[in-house]
């Protein structure tokens, strides 16, 4: 294997279908946290006021951030492939120290509660307010432009698509999850028991893909 050829890097190494769930895991492990977006998400989804648009346009900002993240990063990588060793050494510290921090949570859980008690909004403004939950948030730029994109541009060009499939699906169910099943969510999701299952199986993906990635750059390093 050679680092100099970053689409050798992953890619003849993993399926399609390896990819395609390598995106999907990332994504979900991600992007399910108590956060502002995931609560104003939530809070639409108990007043039954214009889920589809909201869950439609997160959903679809999500998609456009990761592809041009991983392609983005492709085109870097390719410019300059010293980088991608470095990405993928940065990825899976990052990974490791973000799984640990996800199992520290899960001893100390919190609760995500949304309040469905507002006055009637446009549909204008509810999108407004999505974009700036979104757009607004710099750890968005970090963990879906950044850190996805890097791991899934170490890919070959034909398995790229799998991976920005796997990672735009994971946001589209969780924020379809978050918004139509808002009224069964509300009450799990309010009690911290519930966050410290999901921190547990997240820290311990990301630990995992953490040291799939780290395996891939020790690999490529003694290549």
Do not use: K
Not at 4 to 27: C, I, K, M, R, Y
Not at 65 to 72: D, E, K, M, N
Not at 170 to 185: I, K, N
């Amino acid at each position: 294997m050679n680092w100099l050829n970053p689409t050798a890097l992953s890619g003849a190494e993993l399926s399609a279908p390896a990819v395609f769930l390598q995106g999907l895991a990332l994504s979900l492990g991600l992007i399910v946290a108590i956060g502002a977006q995931n609560a104003f998400v939530l809070r639409q989804g108990l007043r039954r006021e214009h889920v589809g648009g909201v869950v439609l346009f997160c959903a679809l900002m999500d998609a456009l951030l990761i592809a041009a993240g991983v392609l983005g990063m492709a085109q870097l990588l390719g410019e300059r492939p010293g980088l991608a060793r470095v990405l993928a050494l940065g990825g899976g510290l990052f990974l490791a120290w973000y799984g640990w921090q996800a199992l520290q949570r899960a001893r100390r859980a919190g609760a995500l509660r949304a309040s469905a008690e507002a006055a009637p909004a446009s549909r204008g403004a509810v999108l407004a307010q999505a974009a700036a939950f979104t757009l607004l948030n710099p750890h968005v730029y970090l963990d879906t432009v950044l850190l996805v994109g890097s791991v899934g541009a170490q890919h070959g060009a034909a398995l790229r698509p799998g991976f920005i499939a796997g990672a735009s699906l994971a946001s589209a169910l969780w924020f379809s999850l978050l918004g139509y099943g808002a009224r069964w969510l509300a009450p799990v999701f309010a009690r911290p028991r519930a966050w410290q299952l999901l921190d547990s199986l997240i820290g311990l993906t990301m630990l995992g893909l953490a040291l799939l990635l780290l395996r891939q750059a020790w690999l490529g390093g003694a290549a």
